[in-house]
């Protein structure tokens, strides 16, 4: 069992940065995958970002690439999202999620439907 924790989330205007905090407990796996979805009100969910838990792979939506970057702290148990360069359309409840068996390609990392473990989300609203 994983339980994880989000946090970081707030109002920023568009242009700004915030950084989310993706807490985990429990047993985890230096080859679990890590992450990080977003749903928009009356959208579907979309794939932001993901890493494994040791640190050695990342993959990001396009919609991010070169403005947002996930990382961990295994000391912590802890993955962020760093976010800069916000934009409107990133309004959405942000969570974390974990994959116990992953597989490494895009199409699947992407996938919500991959992952085993998620949290409660946080808010991030970025306005114009």
């Known amino acids: 069992q994983v339980q994880l924790v989000e946090s970081g989330g707030g109002s920023v205007q568009a242009g700004g940065s915030l950084r989310l905090s993706c807490a985990a407990s429990?047993?985890?796996?230096?080859?679990?995958?890590v992450g990080w979805f977003r749903q928009a009100p009356g959208k579907e969910r979309e794939f932001v970002a993901a890493?494994?838990?040791?640190?050695?792979?990342?993959y990001y939506a396009d919609s991010v690439q070169g403005r947002f970057t996930i990382s961990r702290d295994n000391a912590k148990n802890t993955v962020y999202l760093q976010m800069n360069r916000l934009r409107t359309e990133a309004t959405a409840v942000y969570c974390c999620?974990?994959?116990?068996?992953?597989?490494?390609?895009?199409?699947?990392?992407?996938?919500?439907?991959?992952?085993?473990?998620w949290g409660q989300g946080t808010q991030v609203t970025v306005s114009s």
């Open positions: 999620a974990v994959d116990e068996n992953p597989t490494w390609s895009g199409t699947r990392l992407s996938s919500a439907g991959e992952y085993d473990y």
């Open positions: 429990g047993r985890i796996i230096n080859n679990y995958a």
């Open positions: 890493i494994r838990w040791r640190g050695d792979f990342t």
